[in-house]
């Protein structure tokens, strides 16, 4: 049975903060085993059907400027053109599952982990670490309010 709840950690985990993203994404995996959870350096066209065959999507990515981690909900975007490789937003990704796929995820949800540094290097900040566990937090909370099934 495919999990109702898929983590998508975004981010290079050789660009320092960038990687908070994957490492917030591999820790929500040790808490809940039963959830998908997948890596990506970035949000791409070929990840629609694996979003479009979860009910909940939770999208975790690095925000350089950020103080404290944050959850917003996504909605997907009138919006359906990339401008670049790096700017598939998650309201793109959720506005094309629906036009490809025709099944949209239920809820879907952004995570931003605070970011200071995006340097060389598989080093996290202590900014971002902190962040980190705060964004665990967010969303195991948000997991629980909805009481959405992983």
């Not at 660009?15 to 890596?39: F, H, I, K, N, S």
């Not at 990339?82 to 952004?110: I, K």
């Amino acid at each position: 049975m495919t999990p109702t709840t898929l983590i998508i950690g975004i981010g290079n985990e050789l660009r320092g903060d960038d990687g908070a993203g994957p490492a917030t994404a591999r820790c929500l995996r040790e808490l809940y085993p039963q959830a998908d959870v997948m890596v990506v350096q970035q949000l791409t066209p070929d990840l629609v059907e694996s979003v479009g065959s979860h009910d909940t999507v939770i999208f975790v990515d690095a925000a350089a400027g950020a103080d404290h981690a944050l959850i917003r909900q996504v909605i997907a975007s009138r919006d359906r053109t990339a401008h670049g490789s790096h700017l598939m937003t998650p309201g793109q990704l959720l506005s094309l599952v629906d036009a490809l796929d025709g099944r949209a995820p239920r809820n879907a949800f952004e995570t931003a982990i605070p970011a200071q540094t995006f340097e060389h290097g598989a080093v996290l900040s202590s900014h971002a670490q902190k962040g980190i566990v705060e964004g665990v937090e967010a969303v195991c909370r948000l997991i629980n309010e909805q009481q959405t099934p992983v």
